[in-house]
């Protein structure tokens, strides 16, 4: 038999169909098993299909019966493939399994490819249902996954519900986004507010992403794709991320891991990826971060603001001369008020043009340099110290037994790794003029060697002094202090040795002890509340009603420590 005509909603062009029937009771069954069917061209609403044959089987042994209980059909059939087009662009189908009955059909195994050949639409799915409808179908599909051409972004594990109105199909429900490339640039994303519209020659969609355990969203997203040329494009709006306990930057991406941690901030922005054509998948996109606090491997930075500029989104890689603002950064000595000029590299690449901050009365600049955050890879920053003040040095630190004067220039080469961070060949010169160093201690209860020692040295005048620094800033660290030209101070025990000699006196000093740890014992003696909130269970700010307050109390000698040197001189002579 062959059959020719129109249909609800669209035509059907040589059908033909071996039919066996029989007629008994009033009832009259067609096709019995699985016959051979075969058609030139149907058209169903934007949909067109080109010549197609498959075998189909009655699912219940004739494909068609009829009689006083009206017309039922049950149909299925393996290994379906149609090709042709939808909304005037190609399209093309397989599924497994197909099956229809009762105005309901089902698919399993399915995939298709719809749009340009340069960038098809790819999508399949583990099942797909639908109803056909009196204003056209509705149905629901399970275990579907979606690719656009080149375009490294995989969508997953979606599910939800589809209909087809006046020749356009809208879908939603549930998906997962993740990266196609290996190794991935970022871990999977989730929605259940996503939404495909095809229709008119194109694609649009949209959709909330959020991170899968937390639930936090992170972007909002839009897609559109015209069918004809391939031409699409993807904008990202990232509205704002807070990062603290709740979500850290390495859940989100691999490319944060080694670089940064214990991230506390927000970051916002807005990305878009295009694609089609003869120009290969394209990623732009600007970010802020915005007052964020973070572990890095070269110390803890607060305070840290930057406008990133990317020219490669996906691979994050960005234009040259990227500027970030850093209220502190501590390498081992706190630096305040920092602006840093960088570019990234991609691949865990970051190039450092310069950072330079206020230091200590002069600079610290950091020279050109790129960092590789790979796993393991030292990092090598040259810091270059310019009109280091140590009278500053000294108030900074609080350091009130001790005055010093001097001003410094000097490199200092670090390296940070696995092992921490470290100090290698660093060497502060001071400048002509030299400078003074003091220490203003009590050593009243110290032995008599010990308190003409100290008598001596108590108040230094030097022409020249070189400082060398070696050493882990978490661990071992050696200073070493080559003066020459040195003076002694105005106390008696000074005066008495001056009086008998005018040998010019040098000196060479090593200091070893764990840095950051007396720097901040150091600073503990003036503000206890650094070693108090260490061991609290949260910030002293966070605790409600608390207030903290540092109240000095110095004591006033009642002899110069100059007059006990002399006296102690006066009674080993008796």
């Known amino acids: 038999m062959r059959i020719s005509g129109p249909f609800k909603g669209g035509r ?40 197609t044959a498959f075998r189909l089987c009655g699912q219940r042994g004739a494909l068609l019966t009829a009689g006083p ?171 704002g991320i807070a990062f603290g306990e709740a979500l850290q930057p390495e859940e989100i991406t691999p490319l944060t891991e080694g670089v940064v941690a214990l991230v506390i901030g927000r970051v916002e922005g807005v990305g878009r990826i295009d694609w ?11 970010f802020r971060i915005i007052d964020t606090d973070l572990a890095a491997a070269f110390g803890p930075v607060e305070g840290l603001n930057s406008t990133i500029h990317f020219t490669d989104l996906l691979e994050l890689q960005t234009a040259p001369a990227q500027t970030a603002t850093v209220d502190v950064i501590n390498p081992g000595i706190p ?29 610290l600049t950091l020279d050109t340099t790129v960092l590789n955050f790979e796993s393991g890879q030292p990092k090598r920053l040259t810091f270059v110290v310019d009109g280091f003040d140590a009278a500053i040095f000294a108030d900074t630190l609080e350091l009130t037994a001790i005055s010093m004067s001097g001003i410094f220039d000097g490199v200092l080469p670090t390296i940070f790794d696995i092992q921490g961070g470290r100090v290698v ?35 230094l005048r030097y022409e020249s002094m070189i400082v060398r620094l070696d050493g882990d800033l978490d661990g071992e660290f050696a200073t070493r202090l080559d003066v020459e030209g040195v003076r002694l101070g105005e106390s008696r025990a000074a005066t008495i040795l001056k009086s008998f000699t005018r040998v010019p006196v040098n000196l060479d000093v090593t200091i070893t002890g764990p840095l950051r740890a007396v720097i901040a014992t150091l600073q503990s003696f003036r503000d206890p509340r650094t070693l108090i909130t260490d061991i609290l269970p949260r910030p002293l700010e966070d605790i409600p009603d608390a207030t903290t307050s540092v109240v000095v109390l110095d004591q006033e000698r009642e002899e110069k420590q100059g007059s006990t040197d002399t006296d102690d001189v006066r009674k080993e002579d008796e």
């Not at 089609?276 to 600007?286: F, H, L, N």
């Not at 840093?340 to 600079?363: A, C, H, S």
Request: glycine share 14%; net charge negative; hydrophobic share 40%.
């Open 12 to 51: 059907l062009d040589g059908l033909e169909v071996p039919l066996e029937g029989r007629l008994a009771d009033g009832r009259l069954s067609l096709g019995q098993g699985c016959i051979p069917v075969r058609f030139e061209r149907l058209v169903l609403n934007s949909l067109d299909l080109a010549r």
């Open 69 to 239: 209980e009206g017309t039922r059909y049950a149909v299925s059939t393996r290994d379906v493939a149609l090709d042709g087009t939808l909304g005037g662009n190609p399209f093309a189908l397989t599924a497994s399994e197909a099956a229809l009955a009762s105005e309901q059909f089902t698919l399993d195994g399915v995939a298709t490819t719809l749009g340009s050949p340069l960038n098809p639409v790819s999508i399949e799915a583990e099942s797909v249902a639908g109803d056909f409808a009196a204003a056209g179908i509705d149905g629901t599909f399970t275990g579907a996954q979606a690719t656009i051409g080149e375009v490294p972004l995989l969508i997953s594990e979606a599910e939800g519900t589809w209909q087809e109105r006046a020749g356009v199909v809208t879908l939603a429900g549930s998906i997962t986004v993740s990266d196609r490339v290996d190794p991935v640039r970022f871990y999977p994303l989730e929605s259940d507010t996503a939404r495909l519209v095809i229709g008119d020659g194109r694609i649009d969609g949209s959709a909330i992403l959020r991170h899968p355990y937390s639930g936090i969203s992170i972007a909002d997203v839009t897609v559109a794709q015209d069918l004809e040329s391939g031409l699409g494009s993807a904008d990202i709006v990232v509205e």
């Open 276 to 286: 089609g054509g003869a120009a290969e998948v394209r990623s732009t996109g600007t």
């Open 335 to 363: 630096v305040e008020d920092g602006v840093i000029t960088y570019q990234l590299l991609g691949n865990k690449l970051v190039k450092i043009d310069e950072g330079r901050w206020p230091f200590m009365g002069g600079t």
């Open 425 to 459: 060949g660093g060497r502060l010169d001071a400048r002509p003029g030299g400078g003074i160093l003091a220490y203003n201690g009590d050593w009243s209860e110290s032995s008599l060697a010990t308190r003409l020692t100290m008598g001596l040295i108590s108040n």
